[in-house]
């Protein structure tokens, strides 16, 4: 807690900001490290994954092991969600970091199977599984932080951790870009790949300093002996259901755009540094459009927007992903990407805290929003790459992943219109 000097010293309006600022750059840290494993998942399967010269076999088991970390998320999820809502979502947000940021240590400095054997895939999937862990927590506590500064600027502040995780995408892209632009592929598997990862080592530390300088929500009241998860389970069973489909199309959108350069290489046969420039231009895209569409949620009907930019992203899906395997080009995929981004991410995916912040009462708002989205993390977005990748593989139909998408964005629209009779009004004060 900031101490008694700090608050004196510090005005409200500074100390807001800087509270703001803390909490968005977890979620930064976890969106970063979560793109550089996808963008590097075929370096990942000849070094961790084969003894050979790698193949569909130790790709598809690389693309699985990023989607471990999606499979313990559920439990960080309740763990840590039931913590922040005991505890405070202060407390909660710097254990996540300190977790975040062992994991991704362990990530950065690994040796290869080359060196410790089978040891290597072993650490690397239980250094993703302490990440996951700690994702799942960090979500629910951000957004609920967020969420809670301002109840008629909800879409607003929660927002902003989707502009921090652009910076994230922007970043680790062009990380990536530029490992494979300035090394070859001998010096990228001799150890080049690791400097983007240390990076977001040295982040880890910075985040849980600013994290441990914070504030406490005025929302939060303590709670002795409350069981959160308990009582979501007995009366809030259709609240977490509704909100897994609805963050459905948002996780499946993600998860796609990190694949992309994946897909582009393998099945488009496009070239390491054409691959990923859709995914640095999507990323500075993701930075700006969150909050523009955010705010346009607070001002109108949040659902209802969500609603038509759902339908709207999986009615051009196929279409889109026909028209890229017609005429593949590192342009082309920048369009589809940028396409993606704007109504997927910009315009649905940045509401969805909002709209679980007024789905769910403050008493367990943490641990049910970090529930819902790790779950639905886990259905929707952690094992898409390893998916898409499977069945586009053995269909032969190279625009398989708009299907998909379709399917998803189907779903997410029927969530949305039987979630209705349970939003709450985000300017009345409901600590029930």
Not at 238 to 245: F, P, T, W
Not at 348 to 356: K, Q, T
Request: charged residues 10%; hydrophobic residues 50%; proline residues 6%.
């Amino acid at each position: 807690m900031a101490s008694p000097r700090e608050m004196t010293a510090f005005p409200p309006a500074t100390r807001r900001k800087r509270t703001i600022l803390a909490t968005t750059l977890g979620g930064a840290l976890e969106w970063y490290d979560l793109l550089l494993y996808g963008l590097f998942s075929v370096t990942f399967s000849r070094l961790f994954f084969s003894t050979g010269e790698g193949g569909p076999l130790a790709l598809a088991l690389s693309l699985g092991s990023f989607g471990v970390a999606f499979v313990v998320r559920p439990l960080g999820a309740a763990w840590l969600g039931s913590w922040t809502d005991r505890h405070g979502r202060r407390s909660g947000l710097i254990l996540s970091s300190v977790l975040m940021t062992l994991g991704t240590g362990v990530v950065a400095l690994i040796p290869g199977s080359q060196t410790i054997g089978p040891l290597a895939p072993v650490l690397l999937v239980l250094s993703r599984m302490v990440q996951g862990f700690a994702a799942g927590g960090e979500f629910g506590s951000a957004s609920a932080m967020l969420a809670e500064r301002d109840p008629a600027r909800r879409g607003f502040y929660s927002s902003l951790q989707w502009s921090a995780s652009g910076v994230s995408v922007t970043l680790a892209a062009f990380f990536a870009w530029c490992v494979h632009h300035f090394f070859s592929d001998s010096q990228i598997e001799a150890g080049a790949w690791r400097l983007p990862f240390l990076f977001g080592l040295v982040m880890g530390p910075l985040t849980t300093w600013m994290r441990l300088r914070g504030t406490e929500s005025e929302e939060f009241v303590l709670r002795e002996n409350h069981l959160p998860i308990r009582e979501i389970f007995r009366s809030d069973k259709k609240r977490i259901i509704l909100a897994v489909g609805a963050v459905g199309l948002g996780a499946t959108g993600s998860a796609l755009n990190v694949y992309m350069p994946t897909y582009a290489r393998t099945f488009l046969h496009l070239s390491e540094t054409g691959s990923l420039a859709g995914t640095i231009v999507s990323g500075v895209l993701s930075i700006f459009l969150p909050p523009l569409f955010a705010t346009l949620g607070d001002r109108t009907e949040r659902r209802k927007m969500m609603i038509i930019t759902a339908t709207t992203g999986g009615l051009i899906a196929w279409p889109l992903f026909a028209w890229l395997t017609a005429e593949p080009s590192a342009l082309h995929l920048m369009l589809v990407q940028c396409a993606f981004i704007t109504c997927i991410y910009g315009a649905y995916y940045s509401s969805v805290p909002a709209l679980m912040a007024d789905l769910f009462p403050p008493r367990n708002r943490a641990s049910s929003i970090a529930l819902a989205y790790a779950i639905s993390q886990l259905l929707f977005g952690g094992f898409t790459p390893v998916l898409l990748s499977t069945l586009t593989q053995n269909s032969g139909v190279l625009s398989t992943p708009g299907l998909y998408l379709l399917a998803v964005a189907s779903i997410s629209v029927l969530c949305l219109t039987l979630a209705a009779p349970l939003m709450r009004n985000p300017r009345e004060s409901n600590t029930s």
